[in-house]
């Protein structure tokens, strides 16, 4: 359920930033797991794939970073850093 949340949360950024720049498509996506998001690369990429589908960020290439600081202060975190669009 968690991850359910978290990608609507992370589509709904996606979708926002999509509209102010005027995109159609959404054709990357850049994104920094905190060491305590119980995320991998792997798990990340599947459930972003179910959740992206149908919308403007299906098929997006996904670049993940995954961090190994417990103390830093995002570490439960899953943080936009930045996307990729076309008109």
């Known amino acids: ?4 949340s978290l990608m609507t949360g992370l ?13 159609k ?5 850049k994104v920094w797991c905190g060491a ?15 959740a992206a589908k149908g919308t403007l960020a299906e098929h997006a290439m996904l ?3 995954i961090s190994d600081d417990p103390a830093d202060d995002r570490a439960q975190d899953v ?6 669009v076309a008109d």
Do not use: N, R
């Open 1 to 4: 359920m968690h991850e359910a």
């Open 63 to 65: 670049d993940v970073t």
């Open 79 to 84: 943080v936009l850093e930045s996307i990729d």
């Open 36 to 50: 305590l998001s119980h995320m991998t690369k792997a798990h990340f990429a599947e459930h972003f794939e179910l």
């Open 25 to 29: 498509k959404v054709t990357g996506v």
């Open 11 to 23: 589509l709904s950024q996606i979708k926002a930033i999509a509209k102010e720049e005027g995109a």
